[in-house]
C-alpha cells in the first residue's frame, strides 16, 4: 500500500489467538454522551471512535514483512475477522450515541449503518465456515486448499476494509462539524489508505472470479469425459 499515513501495529499481531467470537450486529450496547472527540465505550470509558477505526486497519493490512513467520493458512483471515469485530464495537458506540441524541443524529442513518454491520458479519461468517482447518490445508496434496484460504481472506479484507469506509462516512456526516476539525486531515488520510486496500483486493478478487469461472468450465468437461469412458 502507498497510503501516507502507515496503519498502527496491533498487539493481537504478535499472536492471533481468536476463537472466532462475534460480538454480533452492530446495534447492541450501551448508550451515552460526550464531546464529539471522544465518546463512551461500553464501559464508560471515553474513547476516540476514529482512532479505534484506525487501530482497526492495523489488525490487518499491516505490511506483510512485518507479520510474524510462523502464520499459518488461517492467521490473517483470523486477524480480519477481529478486525472487524473491533470496527462493529466502533459502530456500535457511535449507533447508540445516536439514539441517546435522535434531535442532534440522524436515526435513519444509525439504521443504515446497522444494516451493514450485520451483513459484513454475515458475510465474514459464510468466510469462515466455508474454509478448512490449518491442518487440512497443509496436508492436502493439492493448491485447492491454499486457493480457498487465499480467496477467503481477500473476501474477508474487502468485507472489513468496506465497513470501515461505511464507519468513516457515517462518522464523517454526524461527528466532523466544520472544514477547520482538526481530525479531518487523519481522516482523510486513512480513508484513503482504505478505499485503496479494497481496491486492491478488488483487484486481485477479480483474479479469482476468472479462475473459478474457468475451473468450472473445466471440471464439467472433464466430468463429461468420465461419464462417456
Do not use: W
Not at 48 to 71: F, H, K, S, W
Not at 118 to 133: C, F, H, I, S
Not at 139 to 146: A, E, F, H, L, N
Amino acid at each position: 500500500m502507498t497510503n501516507v499515513r502507515q496503519f498502527p501495529k496491533s498487539p493481537q499481531n504478535k499472536s492471533v489467538k481468536s476463537h472466532r467470537k462475534h460480538p454480533g450486529p452492530a446495534g447492541g450496547g450501551l448508550a451515552g454522551g460526550g464531546p464529539a472527540f471522544h465518546l463512551p465505550d461500553f464501559n464508560g470509558d471515553p474513547v476516540d471512535v476514529l482512532m479505534m477505526v484506525i487501530q482497526a486497519g492495523g489488525m490487518y493490512l499491516i505490511p506483510t514483512t512485518d507479520r510474524p513467520v510462523d502464520d499459518l493458512p488461517t492467521t490473517h483471515l483470523l486477524r480480519t475477522m477481529d478486525a472487524l469485530n473491533a470496527l462493529t464495537d466502533v459502530a456500535n458506540v457511535l449507533i447508540y450515541h445516536a439514539m441517546r441524541h435522535p434531535a442532534d443524529y440522524s436515526q435513519e442513518d444509525a439504521d443504515a449503518l446497522i444494516g451493514k454491520g450485520k451483513q459484513a458479519q454475515k458475510v465474514m461468517r459464510k468466510l469462515d465456515e466455508m474454509l478448512p482447518p490449518d491442518d487440512f490445508i497443509m496436508t492436502m496434496d493439492s493448491y485447492g486448499p491454499d486457493l480457498m484460504a487465499e480467496y477467503a481472506t481477500n473476501a474477508a479484507m474487502i468485507v472489513a476494509s468496506t465497513f470501515s469506509m461505511d464507519i468513516m462516512a457515517y462518522y464523517y456526516e454526524s461527528f466532523i462539524r466544520t472544514g477547520k476539525d482538526q481530525r479531518k486531515a487523519m481522516f482523510r488520510d486513512f480513508q484513503s489508505a482504505y478505499r485503496e486496500a479494497r481496491d486492491e483486493c478488488l483487484s486481485r478478487s477479480e483474479g479469482h472470479e476468472f479462475l473459478i469461472k474457468e475451473l468450472a468450465s473445466a471440471n464439467r468437461a472433464l466430468q463429461k469425459v468420465l461419464k462417456e469412458s
